[in-house]
């Protein structure tokens, strides 16, 4: 028995003073474990700095009800209950029975308040009990954001989000997924938590072990001024013509900063909201928008001009076997110039069949070096890739150039199509679009983004001022004839073409358009371009894109006039007036020789006297009536002056 006595006296010491760090060790790493805790994800601003999208922390209230001791508790219960009474509403018997049953049971994570806001988390911290803290008062609180965006509805998808699945996944879509990782979602925290059964984990103190740090702020291009206008004017025809879903894009013609875009889509129950970024990532045929890259590369390549006469026949023309057809008996001889006013299938598919038939890579060859079988590389992660067909292709055949003369065959995002548009307006310089202006931490620059040049030159200036000259009269006499107006000057091209159609039968049963316009305006001095895309409008209404989206831009483009107007910058012109030399040598005279005399103002402009009297070493009152030159002054000249002294001027 002694022998046995002291065999475990010594496995005692060997485990208490031998084995002990290790076992200690192993105790806490099972009982304490260390918790991320989130950092504040940066804010997301428009162009003004209005606030676009901001983490809203949230606050659980907790109690581990048996860490007070008996006499504590008993003398704070009531009070707390009187206090959560004047919170929450219910009795204060309520409280004092739940609170004592939870420490009756052992509840060391007992929840008082969920989801709360920083000023009620202030305020419930101070109540009796709960602001002795953690170690004498029990109290609990855990911290988690949420996303919110201030504008609504507004450029939601645009503005964008991170969320994380139950497998870990993440889904980043607009600006607030592409730039999450890099600027927005900051350092998260630690705070070291305590296991106290049935899977819960207890703080153990008040504070973070490492506070976490936010992240930075994005400032984007965005204007809420004109992304309120795009956004309703989309939303109005949407409803008009009981489409599908479409986008509208605006963009500055100089920086290429996207101003505003927005993307509505149409749920079960008939309403519009920001289903998905569609002028991003939505690829498809571009229909006679594209019939302006098809002209612009034949008048590059000089295999013809704008006075060059095609034959569109009688709206009727057979392409290696298959018909195309135009408007209403076609439009007879007209000129390439004309062809593309009017959108003409058959004049534009006649002038690339006959020029680049035989040679189908000299026009895929002019529209790679447009970059317009690429995408743009945007910020904005989920870009549509652009499919251009070539030969040797799945989707190449004799018929692949007459179609894509006119805007089939080929696929491109409304994004894409713009940043050519607006390279049109822009003196032929492609821009590549963009949604950032900077990154800041508080008023700190971090990250300064800059006009991102994707092709120096696209065209010759002949080129670029033929184009011109038909986007402005495609609005004037064109397609687009409707939305002229005699008092506001655009320029673009209309755009109608199908979908859906590779089942014929079916097609013809339920016919299905995308109607589009992109251009820019004022025609003559462009500020901004502007592309609207409308999918799938009810055939009882309208299909024609003069029709469904020429309204949109021209309300867009009218309204930013109207309601953000524009102003030039005036620079200073460097000139010498002798008259307006001497009144400054004058000013700059008397205000060096009277610092507490009264100075003769009189013949001076008022604005000048005001500021200098109230420029002098003595404080004085001066009381202005009137406007124009000083006539009179209540003060004579010379007079020693008193301070608070009052001065009335009279001018006229």
Request: net charge positive; charged share 25%; aromatic share 10%.
């Amino acid at each position: 028995m002694f022998v046995f006595a002291l065999a475990v006296v010594f496995k005692l010491v060997s485990i208490q003073f031998i084995q002990g760090d290790e076992y200690r060790a192993l105790a806490e790493k099972r009982t304490l474990e260390d918790f991320d805790i989130p950092a504040n994800r940066g804010n997301v601003y428009s162009a003004d700095g209005s606030l676009l999208a901001t983490s809203i922390p949230k606050y659980d209230i907790r109690i581990d009800a048996i860490q007070a001791k008996d006499a504590t508790f008993e003398k704070y219960i009531g009070a707390l209950a009187d206090s959560l009474h004047a919170y929450k509403g219910k009795p204060v018997s309520y409280y004092k029975n739940i609170i004592r049953k939870a420490r009756k049971n052992k509840n060391r994570y007992f929840l008082l308040a969920r989801n709360i806001s920083y000023s009620d988390y202030i305020r419930m911290r101070n109540f009796p009990l709960l602001n002795l803290g953690a170690i004498k008062g029990g109290l609990i609180v855990e911290q988690t954001t949420r996303r919110e965006h201030p504008m609504g509805g507004i450029a939601e998808r645009t503005i964008g989000y991170e969320r994380q699945d139950e497998d870990g996944n993440f889904t980043r879509p607009g600006i607030d997924g592409a730039f999450g990782v890099k600027y927005l979602q900051g350092k998260n925290g630690k705070r070291l938590k305590q296991k106290i059964g049935n899977g819960q984990w207890k703080p153990i103190a008040d504070f973070d072990q490492i506070e976490p740090q936010d992240g930075y702020d994005v400032y984007t291009t965005i204007d809420v001024n004109i992304q309120d206008i795009a956004h309703h004017s989309l939303l109005k025809q949407l409803e008009i013509y009981q489409a599908d879903h479409g986008c509208v894009v605006v963009m500055d013609v100089k920086t290429g900063e996207i101003k505003a875009i927005s993307n509505l889509g149409r749920n079960k129950n008939g309403n519009y909201y920001e289903r998905l970024n569609y002028a991003v990532g939505e690829s498809h045929e571009p229909g006679s928008t594209f019939k302006v890259m098809a002209l612009m590369a034949a008048l590059e390549d000089k295999v013809v001009d704008t006075s060059t006469v095609v034959d569109t026949k009688k709206g009727r023309k057979s392409f290696y076997g298959r018909v195309i057809t135009d408007s209403g008996n076609g439009y007879g001889e007209i000129s390439a110039a004309r062809a593309l006013e009017v959108s003409s299938n058959i004049g534009m598919a006649t002038i690339i069949d006959e020029h680049y038939s035989k040679q189908p890579e000299k026009f895929l060859n002019r529209l790679s070096s447009w970059g317009l079988d690429k995408p743009l590389g945007v910020a904005i992660i989920g870009e549509g890739k652009p499919d251009i067909p070539k030969p040797g292709a799945s989707n190449w055949s004799r018929n692949a150039l007459p179609s894509m003369a006119y805007g089939y065959n080929l696929r491109m995002t409304p994004l894409q199509t713009l940043a050519f548009y607006n390279a049109i307006a822009n003196d032929g310089e492609l821009i590549k679009p963009r949604f950032l202006k900077s990154v800041k931490s508080f008023d700190k620059n971090i990250e300064v983004f800059k006009k991102e040049v994707l092709v120096e030159k696209i065209c010759s200036n002949q080129t670029l001022n033929e184009m011109r000259d038909i986007l402005k009269n495609v609005v004037i006499r064109g397609t687009g004839a409707r939305m002229y107006s005699e008092t506001f000057s655009m320029a673009g091209k209309t755009g109608t073409a199908r979908t859906d159609y590779a089942n014929t039968e079916e097609w013809n049963k339920n016919r299905k358009y995308i109607s589009s316009f992109a251009g820019y305006f004022p025609a003559d001095n462009p500020k901004y371009s502007c592309i609207v895309v409308i999918h799938k409008p009810s055939t009882k209404v309208g299909i024609y894109g003069s029709d469904v989206a020429g309204p949109v831009f021209k309300r867009v483009a009218q309204k930013i006039y109207t309601d953000t107007p524009i102003i030039d910058e005036v620079k200073s012109l460097n000139f010498s007036d002798n008259l307006v030399n001497e009144d400054f040598e004058s000013y700059y005279e008397n205000a060096r020789k009277y610092k507490e005399l009264m100075p003769s103002v009189v013949g001076m402009p008022a604005m000048d006297a005001l500021a200098l009297l109230e420029n002098l070493q003595i404080d004085v009152r001066v009381k202005l009536n009137g406007n124009g030159v000083v006539k009179k002054q209540s003060v004579e000249k010379h007079q020693k002056l008193q301070t608070n002294q009052t001065i009335v001027l009279e001018a006229s």
